[in-house]
């Protein structure tokens, strides 16, 4: 070891050699320190840190050509004559192996800036689009006809079946492109799966040898050998990574769009006959371990023997450990996948054995699991972490097994079931007749009995568990539901549309053992749902629930002819009870919730099978064959009560319920048990009966009529008198349903007196009973004041209002809403409600209520405090307690009705001149101008209330405003001024923000605050001031708002402009192509000195005169002005604008591009040419003003051109256009830029502001507005 270390130690520097170099070259600064050792927490952190190193421009080059000459070999091997199916795979993986550094760097944002500018979300969208239309046009492209070429491109083909995938932020502006890199890894994966699988059926022999190693073939089932003993994991398979790597892209979950993917690898590995080995190796394996408890539980014949088994301390390795167990659990799972995709893969399993196979890995967990009784347990006898499968004392065995065998087993045989199950379903409905082949050959094979023996599996007892083992019983306990319910799966699927493997399930499948109709009975009695649901499929595929209609009828009729035969009762009750549970779904019956049309298609194949014609007449049993003689027929009654609750929970089956004579039946048995008989049937069908007119009753107001006409409200109410809870809720929700939206339940409800009672339930300490009595009152106060009054009277009031505090979150809902609903009232008399509501204590509930996490309380507290806000005192007492700031919290909310509700109360809230203060220091008025509405009711309320504000901001409620904004705190302060910048009047504002100091406040909030929330409401508030003060200086003075005259440059006419003729000056350049304008020297007789010397300077010819020939004077204007500038300059001085004809398309507006007004304004400003620079300056303004976006570059680009052309009136447009768009420029530069931009406009809105206040003060006198006139102090 020592003599090889320096060895070792030169190579492992030349690989961080050889590390460093590639890092160099792609970019990655390498780091400087040593390297820390593997394993270590510093090397994972470097790993870390290496993975999200950024892409430097060099990388990012490099990828992008690599792209660009994979995409090339990718078109020509694609659109070749005589393409090949493997090349075209192989190209299309290089072009995505050279996009998947580029994918991921982007979605790390580890691409850098520099970067980043090669990159363009388009083209490269384009480039793997392209790319996944070329692949996916090879579908029916051929491979090479040279079988070694292939075989040795199989690696690559696996390679590439390691579909990547990408994730990438929603507003990332490359996820386009990521999606579609995506797509093209998926079109890869399924291509390569379909070159695989052409190989394999151009050379399977060649195909195997390469991706196994050897050939392979399949095992012959043969029995254990006890010469040769395989290992307790079998894992000794050839080697087959490439193998593998099919099967783990086959286990994957894939996403609906993948699934071509998932079929083109199960057509892979058919092909190559993968099927064949894993159902041999499945037989193989459950053989032998069948062999073991076969030996394990005969009596052995020699002592010897049984000391081998169960004395000596050693157990036969074929015992089914957790790790082998797990592999025939991952081989049974493949069969499944191999069959899900298509009809014919399932065939060919079938053909191929997968029914023994799977039929015996059931058989393992069924013989295993009396394993546990094998050794008697001894005291002191537990085993260690040291002691192992093959060596342990058989003492312990039993608690081996209880440890860990149950789990893995009950696994096994969910797999198992679900593979089954898959087998019997897979095809299209265009396939039905060999769905129907495949399941009788499955069936025929034995596979029912093994799906029946699942079925009736034991369930683990977990009453006397030990509080250390509970938990693992129950996690037992829940797989096991999960095999049952996969076998009742399977068994549905086997028998559907198959009479004579219907028959079979209903025999016993051995002596002593039960048959799969009864063991599915017993399933329906289990207390997990999808085990229930499961069981009553299956029972309804074999047609029990005709069966069991039919024996209704029949057991029905013989009671009537002999009533003293006890055991037609038993036999009727358990028919009914049955069909019942194949009716029954997920959610509780007794909610009267109508399920929706696509959900529970089994109580609609029950209601099909006439079980309503059925089971209504078990009704009047009792009369028909005399009460006296019928001591069972309670039982009957109920579950017929129960039966018809059940399928009256579709509204479509609610009227041939009644029209079959339902109503007349449940009101009679309402009738026939009181409240005041005791015992335990007679509340039981009470109970059920007034269940199932609550599910009759639900949304039908037809109904709700028959069962007032028929009689059944008065016993409904005289139930609310029972001494049984389940009796009294039953009642209460019946006529809590019958009361909703009818009046005329309403009133008899009332006139039988059930009132009282009902008054006397809200007070109750059950949940479930003052809930149901609370919701039967807002019933029947809704929309009627004259009960509603009635209610309030019989002393309804605080019962209701101590349900607010309840631990019952339902009956807190409820109260709120029924508050709102005794607050809500024209009439004059109930008035007084309204305040007592408040006295007696529910206003601090219900702003306790506006912060709990239930959406729906929320909404209700919010509804009842709105109503209660209608009343002055009311609306002051709602404000102390502290209820407005939750109010405006729900404001934010995403629920329409939740802002809906918070809006109408805060429009009540501001009715009271005593709130007002409150409310603007809250900061109300900021939070209702920039919240985010979405019904339109809402923002009409919110706009009413600031209009409402607006109105009581005026007296004493404005001299309290502006005092607090003098002395208060500073948040305060900044909250008042920001509501008085939109609240208050011309005159107001200019006396508040001038003489007391609230302009200053508002640019401190501007310039100063950190947070983004202040600064917009600044900017909001500076922009209203600043229009404010804009009109009173235009009603003021209104000769500011006529133009400035322009300078007294002379213009000339249209002809004159660039006319040779009489022309004594021309400026040329050589620039732009050379150019040359005519020009006349008395067109500038005005123009600035400046202007002037500058022609001086730039004389080439001197002005002479020879004669009558005049020679004019040339101007070089090369270093100085470029063509389209001078031409802007001499348009304006010819014609006093700058207009271009050239420059302006026909349909554009008659002023010019911005862009030239940016190049003169520099000019302008140069040469002292005034008329021109506010001329330039009156063009950007309306530029700006006229831009569709916010125009954010633009707006920058103009405020640091008007500051460096001192242009005072473009720099000022400027800043007020950034008031005005503050929010979407901030999120447009982001808050460091706008945090910039703040700080450089503020000066000048601070100057523009001041300038007009003082305006407005110098000539105070000529207007009689006063401090007193306008109330402030």
């Keep these: 070891r020592s003599c090889r270390a320096p060895g070792r130690m030169k190579s492992s520097t ?18 400087k320190t040593d390297s820390p050792a593997p394993g270590s927490a510093e090397r994972a952190a470097l790993k870390t840190s290496e993975a999200q190193s950024p892409l430097s421009r060099p990388t990012v080059q490099s990828r992008l050509q690599e792209l660009e000459n994979a995409m090339g070999d990718l078109k020509g091997k694609c659109e070749a004559t005589r393409p090949n199916l493997v090349e075209c795979v192989k190209a299309a993986h290089a072009a995505l192996h050279a996009m998947t550094p580029i994918v991921k760097g982007l979605d790390d944002g580890a691409v850098t800036a520099e970067a980043g500018g090669l990159l363009s979300a388009e083209s490269l969208e384009r480039h793997a689009t392209k790319a996944k239309e070329l692949l996916s046009k090879t579908s029916k492209h051929k491979i090479g006809k040279n079988s070694k070429d292939n075989l040795a491109a199989m690696p690559q083909l696996v390679d590439a079946l390691e579909c990547p995938r990408f994730v990438c932020s929603p507003d990332n502006k490359f996820r386009k492109f990521i999606d579609a890199a995506q797509a093209l890894g998926q079109e890869i994966c399924r291509r390569a799966a379909d070159a695989i699988q052409k190989i394999a059926v151009h050379d399977p022999e060649g195909s195997k040898k390469t991706l196994r190693g050897t050939a392979v073939t399949s095992p012959t089932p043969t029995g254990p050998s006890n010469d040769a003993k395989p290992p307790i994991v079998p894992g000794s398979t050839p080697s087959g990574a490439m193998v593998e790597k099919l099967w783990t892209l086959l286990d994957r979950h894939f996403n609906p769009r993948e699934n071509k993917v998932q079929r083109a690898v199960a057509n892979a590995l058919i092909a190559l006959d993968e099927h064949e080995f894993v159902l041999g190796r499945l037989i193989e394996r459950c053989d032998r371990y069948i062999a073991t408890a076969d030996e394990l539980d005969s009596k052995p014949k020699s002592p010897g023997k049984a000391a081998k088994v169960l004395k000596h301390g050693t157990v036969d390795p074929h015992w089914p450990d957790d790790r082998s167990v797990d592999q025939l659990k991952r081989w049974a799972r493949h069969v499944g996948e191999l069959g899900r995709h298509c009809g014919d893969h399932s065939d060919i399993l079938v053909e191929a054995g997968a029914t023994q196979a799977l039929q015996k890995a059931l058989e393992v967990g069924t013989r295993y699991r009396t394993y546990e009784r094998l050794g008697d347990r001894e005291e002191g006898e537990y085993p260690n972490e040291s002691q192992k499968v093959g060596q342990l004392n058989p003492g312990t065995v039993h608690e081996v ?51 029946v023996r699942m079925l009736d599996l034991p ?143 089994m109580v609609d194949l029950v209601v099909s099978a006439d079980a309503v014609e059925a089971i209504v007449p078990l009704l009047n049993l009792a009369k028909d064959i005399g009460e006296d003689r019928a001591p069972g027929i309670g039982d009957i009654e109920k579950e017929a009560c129960y039966a018809i609750g059940l399928l009256a929970s579709k509204e479509k089956h609610q009227n041939r319920i009644a029209n079959a004579g339902a109503l007349p039946g449940l009101v009679a048995l309402l009738k026939r048990y009181p ?156 008035i007084e409600y309204k305040i007592k509501i408040v006295q007696r204590g529910a206003v601090a509930p219900l702003i306790q209520m506006l912060n709990h996490t239930e959406s729906q309380l929320r909404e209700m507290a919010a509804f009842a405090l709105g109503r209660l806000a209608q009343n002055k005192d009311n609306q002051v007492g709602i404000c102390h307690a502290d209820g407005l700031r939750p109010l405006l919290d729900l404001l934010d909310s995403d629920e329409t009705n939740l802002q809906h509700n918070a809006a109408f109360a805060l429009y009540g809230l501001a009715d009271n001149e005593d709130n007002v203060p409150d409310i603007i220091r809250e900061g109300t008025v900021q939070r209702l101008m920039g919240g985010e509405l979405k019904a339109q009711p809402s923002k009409d309320c919110v706009n009413k209330t600031l209009k409402r504000l607006e109105e009581k901001v005026d007296g004493k409620v404005l001299k309290y405003l502006v005092y607090l904004m003098r002395s208060s705190n500073k948040d305060e302060q900044q909250r008042i001024a920001v509501a008085l910048a939109h609240l208050c009047g011309d005159d107001q504002q200019r006396i508040i923000f001038d003489e007391q100091g609230g302009l200053d406040i508002l640019l401190e909030m501007f310039s100063a605050m950190p947070v983004a929330r202040d600064r917009k409401d600044a900017a909001g508030a500076l ?70 010397r500058l022609i001086d300077q730039h004389k080439v010819v001197a002005d002479t005169q020879q004669g009558e020939s005049h020679m004019p004077v040339r ?159």
């Design 14 to 31: 030349r690989a961080s050699r050889n590390q460093k170099r590639k890092a160099q070259d792609a970019g990655i600064e390498p780091s």
């Design 675 to 830: 409240p005041q008989m005791s015992g335990n049937v007679a509340p039981s069908v009470a109970r059920r009966a007034a269940d199932a007119v609550t599910n009759l009753a639900h949304e039908n107001n037809q109904i709700k009529n028959r069962v007032r006409t028929e009689g059944g409200i008065p016993p409904l109410v005289a139930l609310l008198e029972t001494r049984d809870a389940k009796v009294q809720r039953a009642a209460a929700s019946a006529l809590r349903t019958l009361a909703f939206k009818n009046n005329e339940n309403k009133e008899q409800i009332v006139e039988e007196g059930a009132l009282p009672m009902l008054i006397f339930m809200v007070r109750s300490d059950d949940p479930h009973i003052h809930y149901e009595a609370v919701g039967v009152i807002g019933n029947l106060v809704h929309s009627s004041n004259h009960i509603k009054r009635r209610v309030l009277d019989e002393g309804a009031l605080q019962p209701v209002i101590g349900l607010l505090s309840s631990e019952c979150n339902e009956s807190r809902r409820e109260a709120a809403l029924l508050l709102g609903q005794f607050a809500t009232t024209t009439d004059d008399s109930n």
């Design 1115 to 1273: 101007v070089n204007m090369s270093d100085v002005m470029r063509k389209d500038e001078f031409h802007g300059l001499m348009r304006y001085v010819y014609h006093g604008a700058i207009e271009v004809e050239c420059e302006v398309e026909p349909d554009a507006p008659p002023h010019p591009t911005p862009s030239l007004a940016e190049k003169l304004l520099p000019i302008a400003h140069k040469y002292e040419l005034n008329g021109l620079k506010r001329h330039c300056e009156g063009r950007l303004e309306e530029a700006l003003s006229g831009l569709e976006d916010v125009g954010c570059v633009v707006l920058r680009e103009y405020f640091s051109l008007a500051r460096r052309c001192a242009a005072d009136d473009l720099t000022r447009a400027c800043a007020l256009h950034a008031l005005q768009h503050h929010v979407r420029i901030t999120k447009s530069i982001g808050a460091t830029e706008s945090n910039v931009l703040a700080a450089q406009i503020e000066p000048h809105i601070r100057e523009h502001l001041h300038s007009m206040m003082y305006r407005l003060r110098v000539r105070k006198e000529d207007t009689d507005v006063t401090p007193e006139q306008v109330n402030i102090p």
């Design 401 to 451: 097994w209880e440890q860990c065998k149950p789990r893995s087993l009950a696994e096994l045989d969910k797999e198992t079931c679900t593979a089954l199950s898959v087998l019997l379903g897979a095809g299209s409905k265009d396939e039905e007749e060999k769905k129907k082949a495949r399941r009788a050959k499955i069936a025929n094979a034995g596979a029912y009995t093994a799906l």
């Design 459 to 601: 369930q683990p007892d977990t009453r006397d568990a030990a509080a250390a083992t509970r938990k693992r019983h129950e996690g037992t306990s829940g797989l096991m539901h999960e095999v049952t319910r996969r076998a009742a799966d399977a068994v549905q699927k086997m028998v559907a549309d198959n009479d004579e493997l219907k028959d079979l399930f209903r025999k016993p499948i051995g002596t002593g053992e039960t048959s799969g109709v009864s063991a599915l009975r017993i399933l329906l009695e289990r207390r997990d749902n999808k085990v229930q649901r499961a069981a009553a499929g299956a029972l309804i595929a074999l047609d029990e629930h005709r069966k069991l209609v039919a024996m209704i009828n029949e057991t029905r009729v013989k009671i009537t002819q002999d009533p003293d035969d006890r055991n037609m009762f038993v036999a009727l009750k358990q028919s009914v009870r049955t069909l019942a549970e194949l009716a029954k779904d997920t959610p509780s019956p007794s909610t009267g919730a109508v399920q929706p049309e696509e959900e529970n298609k």
């Design 1023 to 1092: 922009y209203q001031v600043s229009c404010n003060m804009k009109q009173m200086l235009a009603a003021r003075y209104p000769n500011d708002a006529v133009p400035l005259p322009a300078t007294p440059e002379t213009h000339l006419a249209d002809e004159h402009f660039n006319n040779p003729e009489l022309s004594d000056i021309s400026f040329f350049s050589d620039r732009d192509g050379g150019w040359e304008f005519h020009a006349h020297k008395i067109a500038f007789t005005h123009v600035s000195d400046e202007f002037h």
